[in-house]
């Protein structure tokens, strides 16, 4: 095993010895995903190769072959019908809270199951849905049958997929330890049930087409990738978002404007800079499962109308801000929350 990484480090490591550095085919990329997963690499070549990897950049085929290796080793919840899936990072978010949790929720409370998968932030990260997730009351785990449950009783669960695999670990601590985003964070990104309806967080930059073939590579045909704030799924009210729709094989540019449903605001909603930040993003996130005119309620009732228009694509963003401003209004996003966490 450590012989063909080694080669295969060499074949990438040209961005780190000044040679040309070459793509892994999506074979070789499940290949070494797979190796270090199974603690098969020293811990100085595993090292090596995600530095290279995030030097070079990886490619669709990459991300894809990774994902496709962890996904083999992994055991998902069984989702209901009408079931979404929210993926998101462990770098979290600095300056505003994260609201995809009151999204997921008014969703929910719309007749939609929305599985949240998540992770706790890192020191010196921003705070993720892991940690208001936590932060409200409940606990991340890895137990898929737990997480089905959640769905079926209260349409929201919210999980942590790394957990249930330990080959992830050693990955995840090179990541924390070098204090650098690398593939392990894209790759848990993609660490999802097969064929499942999916919208996922992106962060700025140039890696839309790059996210959707990566997507289309596994088997999603029903997925929104969304370059939310901070790299986030909470579309901004203070300009537009862009993102990219997959349906049916086709790829098409998304670009949400506050002003066209109503939510339109001078700034984010803001997340304290002192003290306990986990908690006072779980303060956003109750006010916005409150409703009323609050910028969290705008951006949770945003968000809420993404995932329903997974579920059907006749519903306009327009119509699902309505309808996710209801369930919000009513107090019934704030009961799929609250069941939600009784269950953890």
């Known amino acids: 095993m450590e012989d063909r990484f080694r080669a295969l480090l060499d074949k990438v490591g040209g961005a780190i010895t000044g040679r040309a550095p070459r793509h892994l085919t999506l074979e070789e990329a499940e290949w070494t995903f797979s190796a270090m997963l199974q603690g098969g690499v020293s811990p100085t070549r595993m090292t090596a190769m ?13 991300l894809a072959g990774c994902a496709r290796a962890a996904r083999a080793r992994a055991k998902f919840p069984q989702l209901p019908v009408g079931a ?26 719309c007749g939609a199951r929305v599985l949240v998968q998540a992770s706790d932030g890192v020191a010196g990260g921003g705070v993720t849905l ?29 999980w942590r997929p790394t957990l249930a695999d330990s080959g992830w670990q050693p990955l995840l601590d090179t990541e924390t330890e070098l204090g650098l985003r690398l593939l392990p964070d894209v790759i848990a ?14 962060m700025p930059g140039p890696v839309l087409g790059r996210a ?18 901070e790299g986030s799924l909470d579309a901004a009210l203070s300009r537009p978002t862009r993102g990219l729709r997959l349906h049916d094989g086709m790829n098409t540019p998304l670009r949400l404007r506050p002003e066209d449903y109503g939510v339109m605001q001078d700034a984010e909603p ?40 997974l579920l059907d694509e006749k519903l306009s963003l327009a119509e699902g801000v309505a309808r996710a401003q209801e369930a919000l209004e009513s107090g019934q996003a704030q009961a799929r929350w609250e069941g939600a966490l009784r269950d953890h």
């Open 270 to 309: 803001a997340l304290a800079a002192d003290g306990d930040r986990r908690q006072a993003a779980l303060a956003g996130m109750r006010t916005a499962l409150l409703g009323g005119a609050s910028t969290q309620a705008a951006v949770a009732a945003l968000g809420a109308a993404i995932i329903l228009s």
């Open 212 to 229: 959707g073939e990566a997507l289309q590579l596994l088997g999603h045909d029903q997925a929104l990738i969304v370059q939310g704030v």
């Open 189 to 202: 990104k993609l660490l999802l049930p097969p064929g499942c309806r999916v919208v996922v967080a992106a």
């Open 84 to 109: 979404v899936v929210l993926s998101t990072s462990r770098r979290g978010k600095h300056l505003s809270p994260p609201l995809g949790l009151a999204a997921a929720a008014a969703a929910a409370a």
């Open 130 to 158: 892991g940690d208001v997730w936590c932060a409200g009351g409940g606990q991340l785990n890895g137990d898929p049958a737990a997480a089905a449950a959640s769905l079926e009783r209260h349409g929201l669960a919210c």
């Open 50 to 62: 995600l530095l290279a990897l995030r030097a070079k950049g990886p490619t669709a085929e990459e």
